[in-house]
């Protein structure tokens, strides 16, 4: 199984950035997606998550409005536009998958697989 990010790096605040996840070693559409980030001392929070068949869509109070998670599932990709960046968003940010449901998805211990991470830096 491999998941791998791209498209991070370095913006000024209110910028935008638009990250993609490649995926490759598992059923993609039998999997829920989503995107944690982590900044450094902190623990891995979660950012969005997104069903399946890409009906359902879910995020963080701290990201609704500015973040939006989609997915292709001919391409096996998601991806997370973001918005309105805010130095608080600094973080590394990790691609994974599960085929768990329910309202677990707040805890990365309830995801299966997931990327190596890409930077994010939000300078103010």
């Known amino acids: 199984v491999q998941l791998v990010e791209s498209g991070g790096g370095s913006v000024q605040a209110g910028g935008s950035l638009r990250l993609s996840c490649a995926v490759s070693g598992l059923t993609f559409s039998s999997n829920d997606m989503g995107w944690f980030r982590q900044a450094p001392g902190q623990e891995r929070d979660f950012v969005a998550r997104i069903s399946r068949y890409g009906v359902m869509t879910y995020y963080a109070d701290s990201v609704k409005g500015r973040f939006t998670i989609s997915r292709d599932n001919a391409k096996e990709t998601i991806y997370l536009q973001m918005n309105s960046l805010k130095p608080e968003d600094t973080a590394v940010y990790y691609c994974?998958?599960?085929?768990?449901?329910?309202?677990?998805?707040?805890?990365?211990?309830?995801?299966?697989?997931w990327g190596q991470g890409t930077q994010v830096t939000v300078s103010s």
């Open positions: 994974a998958a599960t085929l768990r449901r329910g309202d677990g998805y707040l805890y990365s211990d309830n995801w299966d697989s």
